[in-house]
């Protein structure tokens, strides 16, 4: 069997609705995989107005808006005439990325008709009730999980720190690392622009503590506000920049007077706005990788983050950034005040931050992933 042998059928909550790190990785994946001969059908909800330009044919799942969120969908199911299409697709390996009822049903599916199952993690979704006052649910979302990772015949997790997690956690025994890779023509110090930042009311010589991604409590938002508000009551000069869009957006705002909000930004307008920070600041623990912390430092940026999977994997303490323990706000607030005041210490560790992300390359990183769907596909040969 080669890749030319693959009929995938991934399933997944978000393909094309959200841009963010698992559908651009999701995309160039599925490209990759085409461009190699291979078959891969989607099947995912879909909108009218998506914000990823889909790689691809996507079979649409019907699905509801979630309330208060309604720029994503749930699936309700693989069913109807998308399950028929699947069934008639006849995948000789099933790519599930989301943990709902239809990845739990193409699972199950697959089991009957003894064909290999992939599941990806892309984010800790155990973690999310902790950040809407329902951390006691925790646990069971976790066996939740679990229920459905335990019918796979392999997991991938983006970093050595997920997969440690998702061990321990008793997800799996085979799970493998599917890492993040960059996109170098955007993101690069070249991109930084003294003139932007002018017109963002930003002068030369102020130090910029940028945040980028969805702004939605579970990015660790409040853990942010609560730094900088300490770093204000330091006195330390600093200016903050925050790039993206979301629900929690005015509340952000309201908390954070003074800060910088340019919005959602995309392709070189995105790069030009990570590479013109002075050191990026992720309080997020709900990542399974950091493409905003790889994001930067291939801009030469220096990283404070929470010691947790979105970044431990990524960022060397004392060498590119720094680490701190999740939701210490005292923490934080020591790790950024230099960064601040210290020019030679942000250029040392922007450019270590700069080796240090060379690696990620897209190419090696989908190539490695081919090399797992065929391992499964081989093992199961009778599902060819």
């Known amino acids: 069997m080669d890749v030319t042998d693959l009929r995938i059928a991934l399933v997944s909550g978000n393909y094309n609705m959200v841009r963010d790190g698992p559908t651009q990785a999701l995309n160039r994946l599925v490209g990759h995989v085409l461009e190699l ?176 991604g969805r702004l939605v409590m579970e990015k660790g938002l409040d853990v942010f506000t609560d730094s900088i508000i300490e770093l204000r009551k330091r006195q330390v000069p600093h200016r903050v920049m925050v790039i993206g869009d979301g629900p929690a957006r005015g509340w952000f705002e309201k908390a954070l007077p003074g800060g910088i909000f340019v919005g959602q930004q995309e392709g070189t307008d995105l790069g030009r706005a990570v590479a013109s920070a002075d050191v990026f600041f992720n309080p997020s623990i709900t990542e399974t990788f950091g493409n905003v912390t790889l994001e930067h430092m291939a801009c030469a940026i220096p990283v404070v983050a929470a010691n947790a999977t979105g970044s431990s994997s990524l960022v060397v303490d004392g060498e590119t950034g720094a680490l701190v323990t ?35 390359t897209w190419e090696a990183i989908n190539a490695s992933m081919v090399d797992t769907y065929l391992r499964l596909a081989k093992a199961k040969p009778q599902a060819a």
């Not at 997690?165 to 599917?178: C, K, P, Y």
């Not at 932007?196 to 503590?209: F, L």
């Not at 230099?338 to 700069?354: E, M, V």
């Open 326 to 360: 999740p939701g210490d706000v005292e923490g934080f607030a020591d790790a950024l005040a230099p960064y601040c005041t210290d020019a030679d210490l942000r250029a040392r560790h922007g450019a270590a931050g700069l080796e240090r992300s060379q690696p990620y």
């Open 37 to 212: 001969g291979g078959d891969v059908r989607i099947f995912a909800p879909t909108v009218a107005n998506p914000q990823v330009d889909a790689v691809g044919e996507i079979v649409s799942l019907p699905s509801i808006a979630i309330p208060g969120r309604s720029e994503y969908r749930v699936p309700l199911g693989l069913a109807g005439r998308a399950k028929e299409k699947f069934e008639a697709f006849r995948p000789n390996l099933v790519h599930v990325a989301s943990p709902d009822r239809a990845s739990r049903q193409a699972v199950d599916w697959a089991r009957k008709h003894d064909v290999p199952v992939l599941g990806s993690v892309h984010t800790r979704f155990e973690t999310y009730p902790r950040y809407y006052k329902l951390g006691f649910l925790e646990p069971a979302v976790e066996a939740w999980l679990r229920s459905m990772y335990r019918k796979c015949d392999a997991l991938v997790a983006p970093s050595e720190g997920m997969v440690d997690v998702l061990r321990a956690q008793g997800m799996n025994e085979d799970i493998g690392i599917w890492t993040r890779g960059i996109d170098r023509s955007i993101f690069h110090p070249g991109a930084r622009d003294l003139a932007w930042r002018r017109e963002q009311g930003i002068a030369d010589d102020e130090v910029v503590i940028s945040f980028l």
